[in-house]
């Protein structure tokens, strides 16, 4: 009976390991499945243009919307995170627009206080 219950407790621990493996976590996704960093917007007339071969950094204020340029094409984001966390932005770039890391961060807009 204990060998049952041991190649039961085997199995099982063995299938909760794969399972963790399949289901990666996300550090970047709300239970919404939102990103904690903001989201893409439709871009503004008055957004901020970064050229993303410009340079290694950006700093940003929460709320503000930046339009990310690269090889004639663009994506526009809301920063709009609680916690003011630096991104980059291969994280929030639409697949294969950023071919290397570009550091967005993020600091409190005026209206959020000290």
Same mark, same amino acid.
């Given at each position: 009976m204990n060998r049952n219950l041991s190649a039961t407790a085997l199995i099982a621990s063995l299938f909760v390991g794969m399972t963790a493996q399949a289901t990666p976590q996300r550090n970047d996704a709300m239970l919404n499945g939102k990103s904690v960093h903001g989201e893409a917007v439709a871009a503004p007339q008055n957004a901020r243009i970064v050229?993303?071969? $410009? !340079?290694?950094?950006v700093n940003v204020k929460?709320?503000? /919307?930046?339009?990310?340029q690269k090889a004639g094409k663009s994506f526009s984001w809301k920063?709009?995170?609680?916690?003011?966390?630096?991104?980059?932005?291969r994280?929030?770039?639409? $697949? !294969?627009?950023?071919?290397k890391p570009l550091m967005?961060? /993020?600091?409190r807009s005026e209206w959020e206080g000290a």
């Open positions: 050229n993303l071969d $410009a !340079g290694k950094s929460c709320g503000e /919307v930046i339009t990310f920063f709009d995170s609680a916690q003011h966390r630096a991104v980059d932005v994280t929030i770039a639409p $697949a !294969g627009f950023a071919d967005v961060y /993020v600091s």
